[in-house]
């Protein structure tokens, strides 16, 4: 049973920073993507950014936050912590984010597309506003 559970939401001022974790257990081969997303209220989720392990580790990043945002993931044992860490943070940041995993034992296209994620958990709420 695979489980991801985030961590580190928080609401803040404009232009500070937050450290979102993302604890991720229980696979039994590596994921080929993992990923942030991102819901705002009245809006589709979106991409944030992923790191893409299906050849080279490569990352990826949505425009809006290409700058200010950094993700990785440390491998522990048989875990996973994904770690997203946001400066600079903007009111159009304030959002659900979300961690998910995907591709694993299987093949997928992009790590861009939330369809390639099988996995997700539950989110933190991130509020910016002064």
């Known amino acids: 049973q695979v489980e991801l559970v985030e961590s580190g939401g928080g609401s803040v001022q404009p232009g500070e920073s937050l450290r979102l974790s993302c604890e991720v257990s229980g696979y039994t081969s590596d994921p080929s993507c993992l990923g942030w997303f991102r819901q705002a209220p009245g809006k589709e989720r979106e991409g944030v950014a992923h790191v893409d392990r299906r050849r080279t580790i490569s990352t990826g990043y949505a425009d809006s936050v290409k700058g200010r945002f950094t993700i990785s993931r440390t491998r522990n044992n048989d875990n996973d912590t994904l770690v997203l860490v946001m400066t600079s943070l903007k009111p159009e940041d304030t959002a659900m984010y979300y961690c998910?995993?995907?591709?694993?034992?299987?093949?997928?296209?992009?790590?861009?597309?939330?369809?390639?994620?099988?996995?997700w958990g539950r989110g933190t709420q991130v509020t910016v506003s002064s």
């Open positions: 998910a995993v995907g591709g694993i034992g299987m093949y997928v296209r992009s790590c861009q597309s939330q369809s390639a994620y099988t996995y």
